[in-house]
């Protein structure tokens, strides 16, 4: 079955340390990447996306064929990065875009 | 408009009941979607449009959730004789056909009592 994980429901780091956020899919082709970003009441909305090969506010995410990951990157956490981020990797065939569970980023000073 | 807008941004029901969200989405957007936001459960995508092709209704999770979108802009989901577990938030979002960069609205907290 196509499906996507996140398998940290919490991640908590200090301020200034690297952070590292997984995702894994197992869908068949090449599906496409992004990830969005909630942070306290505000609306979901897109940080970035494999294909642009960006980086937004810091982040970046490399895709792995190979291990089937997307895994999101910062190098220095900030106290605005606390958030609830999802990973939604694109379905072959699918025309709808499905999300994983996310994972809720606590950032302390 | 601003962007996505749905409403009532709150809504309180006795189970049973009958409610109706509404989305407005943004204005050309010609493919809308509706997804759920419950606790622990993540994002649960319910239905899509996409202009005037037939909706992907694989994520509704029971006959008593429809939508509809008239005139290819405003939808309206609607959830008949609602029950416990139907509490949760319902996001709608709009994009171009064909881009996933999905925009959202602030949602509707629905909590059925």
């Known amino acids: 079955a196509q499906r996507v994980t996140q398998p940290e429901k919490l991640l908590s780091v200090f301020k200034g340390a690297p952070v590292e956020l997984k995702c894994n899919y197992s869908?068949?082709?090449?599906?496409?990447l992004f990830w969005y970003v909630q942070y306290s009441r505000q609306r979901l909305q897109l940080l970035l996306r494999?294909?642009s090969r960006e980086s937004i506010k810091g982040f970046t995410a490399d895709l792995n064929k190979g291990e089937t990951s997307f895994h999101l990157k910062k190098p220095f956490a900030q106290e605005e990065d606390s958030a609830m981020y999802y990973c939604?990797?694109?379905?072959?065939?699918?025309?709808?875009?499905?999300f994983g569970s996310g994972t809720r980023l606590q950032v302390q000073p | 408009g601003a962007g996505v807008s749905q409403s009532p941004s709150n809504k309180v029901t006795e189970k049973g009941k009958d409610v109706e969200l509404r989305c407005d989405p943004i204005s050309g957007h010609t493919a809308l979607y509706w997804y759920r936001q419950s606790l622990g459960q993540g994002l649960e995508f319910l239905i899509y449009?996409?202009?005037?092709?037939?909706?992907?209704k694989s994520g509704l999770p029971s006959d008593r959730f429809s939508a509809e979108r008239t005139g290819g802009s405003v939808s309206t989901l609607t959830i008949q004789r609602t029950q416990q577990e139907d509490s949760a938030v319902y996001l709608c979002?709009?994009?171009?056909?064909?881009?996933?960069?999905?925009?959202f609205g602030q949602g509707t907290r629905l909590t059925v009592v």
């Open positions: 449009f996409q202009g005037n092709s037939a909706p992907d």
């Open positions: 869908y068949s082709g090449s599906p496409e």
């Open positions: 939604a990797p694109s379905r072959t065939g699918r025309r709808a875009l499905t």
């Open positions: 494999h294909i």
């Open positions: 979002a709009s994009t171009f056909r064909g881009d996933r960069g999905l925009l």
